[in-house]
């Protein structure tokens, strides 16, 4: 498989060079030149697959060359046999509509391990292959951060740098990234949001002063591998609900688009889903881009669902890009211009290529804490806030979906993770589940900085060992 950039001048890479790249050089994001497809038949065999058996027949068109099939399956079962859950990603049913996916039962509980996991192994084998060394400069509103520090530390060849917004994670977040002290491993908290963060390092992937020194590496949803994982749950999720002879719907609580990208690319790969639900919290962007056409980026309000406090939402140039007919250059365009001004109108095609699958939900935090009022009531489900948007999300727009079709919210992380929310709105605290140890009793480590980039950018430089030479 060879993978083009979606600002269409960057060279086209294979598995092994997106994943290392990150991001393109164009500043674009890689998307597979083609999407693989299997027929319904194919998908079919593919029912009563263990999760790793699947994992592997998913992701195998993405990764050759670069991967043979026996390396991809050897990945699957190391990744996939560690989760808490036999399952990976086990299903639950809330009533006779809807179902959760539960997403958290990975080492640092929030979905992100699923793809991480794997992603620090691929690191692992392409740099060994290489014998190269990377940098990772990578920004969180969270559960990347831990996730990716988590897949990575104490690796000999990578070294990882995680940006998180001052004060805006919550303490189990913080600490989840904060107490691993192994010294390839570098917190920085800076004065600013998520998006400042998210702004920095890919700014430093397009800085000649910082790209002539090091080796830099993604773990952001900006890198196509993260994504790829994430397509597999979908299939899991919707085998087991009956999928191909019957279509399921999905809400994912979003942020920077990357889960429900990851959905879309279930669908075009022949998966029939009915509808994929986006749901945002009150930083809405997406929603009102999916329902008006408006993409227009204000500031970022702080909610209970922290790490969907994003407005500018790196994967949406993936889905511009496919919907609107994969013209490169005028993506570049548009994309400059968004990032000029903040603003942007979908055009005709991108609009209706992205309604065919797409609708949108917000929920305030009222509604957030109603729907988790809703689960543990009628349902007996402790979930966390995120997954409380995505819920409601889901319950909104339920009349639209046709009758008999399941609906699915992704629970994107644990509830133990936001134990205040959970607690304010059900009068019940979350415990951390026995295997993340004893958190709140060991030593954190974090540098603050200013919100600016080049303070970002010099620490970065100043505290990174050289790795551009090899
Ligand atoms: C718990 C949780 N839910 C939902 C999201 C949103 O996912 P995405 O950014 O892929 O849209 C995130 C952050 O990415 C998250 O950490
Ligand atoms: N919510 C995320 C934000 C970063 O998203 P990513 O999927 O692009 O890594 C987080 O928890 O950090």
Same mark, same amino acid.
């Given at each position: 498989?060879?993978?083009?950039?979606?600002?269409?001048?960057?060279?086209?890479?294979?598995?092994?060079?997106?994943?290392?790249?990150?991001?393109?050089?164009?500043?674009?994001?890689?998307?597979?030149?083609?999407?693989?497809?299997?027929?319904?038949?194919?998908?079919?065999?593919?029912?009563?697959?263990?999760?790793?058996?699947?994992?592997?027949?998913?992701?195998?068109?993405?990764?050759?060359?670069?991967?043979?099939?026996?390396?991809?399956?050897?990945?699957?079962?190391?990744?996939?046999?560690?989760?808490?859950?036999?399952?990976?990603?086990?299903?639950?049913?809330?009533?006779?509509?809807?179902?959760?996916?539960?997403?958290?039962?990975?080492?640092?509980?929030?979905?992100?391990?699923?793809?991480?996991?794997?992603?620090?192994?691929?690191?692992?084998?392409?740099?060994?292959?290489?014998?190269?060394?990377?940098?990772?400069?990578?920004?969180?509103?969270?559960?990347?951060? =831990?996730?990716?520090?988590?897949?990575?530390?104490?690796?000999?060849?990578?070294?990882?740098?995680?940006?998180?917004?001052?004060?805006?994670?919550?303490?189990?977040?913080?600490?989840?990234?904060?107490?691993?002290?192994?010294?390839?491993?570098?917190?920085?908290?800076?004065?600013?949001?998520?998006?400042?963060?998210?702004?920095?390092?890919?700014?430093?992937?397009?800085?000649?002063?910082?790209?002539?020194?090091?080796?830099?590496?993604?773990?952001?949803?900006?890198?196509?591998?993260?994504?790829?994982?994430?397509?597999?749950?979908?299939?899991?999720?919707?085998?087991?609900?009956?999928?191909?002879?019957?279509?399921?719907?999905?809400?994912?609580?979003?942020?920077?688009?990357?889960?429900?990208?990851?959905?879309?690319?279930a669908a075009k790969m022949g998966l029939p889903i009915e509808k994929l639900i986006v749901a945002?919290?009150?930083?809405?962007?997406?929603?009102?881009?999916? =329902?008006?056409?408006?993409? =227009?980026?204000?500031?970022?309000?702080?909610?209970?669902?922290?790490?969907?406090?994003?407005?500018?939402?790196?994967?949406?140039?993936?889905?511009?890009?496919?919907?609107?007919?994969?013209?490169?250059?005028?993506?570049?365009?548009?994309?400059?211009?968004?990032?000029?001004?903040?603003?942007?109108?979908?055009?005709?095609?991108?609009?209706?290529?992205?309604?065919?699958?797409?609708?949108?939900?917000?929920?305030?935090?009222?509604?957030?804490?109603?729907?988790?009022?809703?689960?543990?009531?009628?349902?007996?489900?402790?979930?966390?806030?995120?997954?409380?948007?995505?819920?409601?999300?889901?319950?909104?727009?339920?009349?639209?979906?046709?009758?008999?079709?399941?609906?699915?919210?992704?629970?994107?992380?644990?509830?133990?993770?936001?134990?205040?929310?959970?607690?304010?709105?059900?009068?019940?605290?979350?415990?951390?589940?026995?295997?993340?140890?004893?958190?709140?009793?060991?030593?954190?480590?974090?540098?603050?900085?200013?919100?600016?980039?080049?303070?970002?950018?010099?620490?970065?430089?100043?505290?990174?060992?050289?790795?551009?030479?090899?």
């Amino acid at each position: 498989m060879q993978y083009v950039s979606t600002r269409g001048s960057a060279p086209a890479l294979d598995f092994e060079g997106v994943t290392l790249a990150g991001l393109a050089s164009d500043g674009g994001l890689y998307v597979p030149a083609e999407w693989p497809r299997f027929s319904q038949s194919e998908i079919r065999d593919m029912r009563g697959l263990a999760y790793p058996d699947l994992a592997a027949r998913i992701m195998a068109p993405f990764v050759t060359p670069s991967l043979t099939e026996d390396e991809l399956l050897a990945l699957c079962h190391t990744v996939y046999g560690d989760f808490g859950h036999a399952a990976v990603t086990p299903l639950v049913q809330l009533d006779q509509q809807h179902w959760l996916l539960e997403l958290f039962h990975g080492p640092t509980l929030a979905f992100k391990d699923v793809a991480l996991q794997l992603l620090g192994r691929l690191f692992e084998t392409f740099l060994e292959r290489r014998g190269e060394r990377l940098t990772i400069v990578g920004a969180t509103s969270g559960d990347t951060g =831990s996730a990716a520090i988590q897949a990575v530390a104490g690796l000999e060849r990578v070294e990882i740098f995680i940006l998180h917004p001052s004060g805006r994670v919550s303490d189990v977040q913080r600490r989840q990234m904060t107490t691993v002290l192994s010294p390839n491993v570098h917190n920085l908290a800076i004065d600013g949001s998520f998006d400042d963060a998210q702004a920095h390092v890919k700014r430093m992937f397009n800085d000649g002063d910082v790209t002539a020194t090091l080796n830099l590496g993604a773990v952001n949803s900006i890198n196509w591998a993260r994504l790829m994982a994430q397509v597999v749950y979908y299939f899991a999720s919707a085998l087991q609900l009956g999928a191909p002879d019957r279509t399921v719907a999905y809400s994912v609580p979003t942020g920077n688009f990357g889960d429900v990208f990851a959905g879309y690319v279930a669908a075009k790969m022949g998966l029939p889903i009915e509808k994929l639900i986006v749901a945002t919290n009150i930083n809405d962007i997406l929603h009102r881009a999916l =329902s008006s056409g408006d993409y =227009s980026a204000g500031g970022v309000t702080a909610t209970i669902t922290p790490s969907m406090d994003i407005q500018v939402s790196s994967n949406f140039e993936r889905l511009l890009f496919d919907a609107g007919g994969r013209d490169g250059l005028a993506m570049a365009a548009q994309m400059h211009a968004f990032e000029a001004t903040k603003a942007m109108t979908l055009t005709n095609a991108q609009a209706q290529g992205a309604s065919a699958l797409f609708t949108s939900a917000r929920a305030d935090q009222v509604e957030t804490a109603r729907a988790l009022q809703w689960a543990y009531r009628s349902a007996g489900q402790v979930i966390d806030p995120h997954t409380g948007v995505g819920l409601h999300c889901a319950q909104a727009v339920a009349a639209s979906v046709p009758a008999g079709v399941p609906i699915v919210t992704l629970a994107t992380a644990h509830p133990a993770k936001f134990p205040d929310a959970v607690e304010r709105a059900i009068g019940v605290r979350p415990s951390l589940p026995a295997r993340v140890g004893d958190l709140f009793g060991r030593e954190e480590s974090f540098i603050e900085l200013a919100g600016d980039y080049a303070t970002t950018r010099d620490h970065v430089l100043s505290h990174a060992a050289s790795t551009s030479a090899g």
